[in-house]
């Protein structure tokens, strides 16, 4: 392990711990997998509350994921439609529960817990629909796998903290910030994250002025501290 590598492991342990301490242990919610996976599929593209009337509507109008499967599919459609593009996230749900069906021959990915991680990401991935941050958030939220899911605001976060380099795309950023953070700080760091990133860290204009991490950013350094002299120099000169 280089220098470089060791000293962004130890700020993201730095960043895990202050996050802890401003906005607590997030609280364990646990679907199962295939439920997971229609909630993520729904949550593409739409805020929480929206996927979460969208679900609630699917599975009331709906009693089995076997009868969301085969239901006409502008029934779908309509139930899911407070998601939005609901007329490509109601196939793609359905195309879904097909493949795993043909698969498995059930509706069930319980499987999924005793392959290799990397066995199960590859294997959600061929799903039309599932990217790396679907498969991610399935195998850490349902099955306790070791995967650390990227969205947007995780990854313009740790874009802004200097985790990840400037050039590095979300995808890219699951391995890289799976290999900087210890597996079993992977929910809450991923939770607090996001969490930070909708109250303080915003992508239009984040709120500098109120963030618990600041000292620990590449973004609010060069923003504030005049030709990027570190707050450590700036001290110095003032003496």
């Not at 729904?42 to 996927?51: A, E, H």
């Not at 679900?55 to 006409?72: C, I």
């Not at 210890?182 to 109250?199: E, K, S, V």
């Not at 709120?207 to 609010?220: G, T």
Request: aromatic share 6%; with cysteine.
């Amino acid at each position: 392990m280089n220098e470089e590598h060791e000293r962004l492991r130890q700020k993201a342990r730095l960043i895990h711990e202050r996050l802890l301490d401003t906005y607590g242990q997030p609280e364990r919610q646990r679907l199962d997998p295939v439920s997971e996976l229609v909630c993520t599929i729904l949550s593409q593209n739409t805020n929480d509350l929206n996927r979460d009337v969208a679900y609630a509507a699917l599975r009331a109008r709906f009693p089995s994921w076997e009868a969301v499967r085969d239901a006409p599919v502008e029934d779908v459609i309509e139930a899911i439609r407070p998601a939005g593009l609901a007329n490509q996230k109601g196939p793609r749900i359905q195309a879904a529960l097909h493949a795993i069906t043909a698969e498995r021959g059930r509706l069930d990915l319980g499987f999924l817990a005793d392959l290799p991680v990397e066995e199960a990401k590859a294997w959600l991935t061929r799903l039309n629909g599932v990217g790396p941050k679907t498969a991610a958030i399935i195998l850490l939220f349902s099955l306790d796998r070791p995967a650390f899911p990227v969205d947007t605001h995780v990854h313009r976060v740790t874009g802004r903290l200097g985790l990840i380099g400037p050039r590095v795309t979300a995808e890219q950023a699951h391995d890289l910030l799976e290999e900087l953070i210890p597996p079993q700080d992977y929910y809450a760091f991923h939770l607090n994250l996001i969490r930070h990133g909708r109250l303080v860290c915003k992508a239009g204009r984040p709120r500098c002025e109120l963030c618990a991490i600041r000292e620990y950013c590449d973004y609010y350094q060069r923003s504030t501290i005049p030709n990027g002299l570190s707050t450590e120099v700036k001290e110095t000169e003032r003496r």
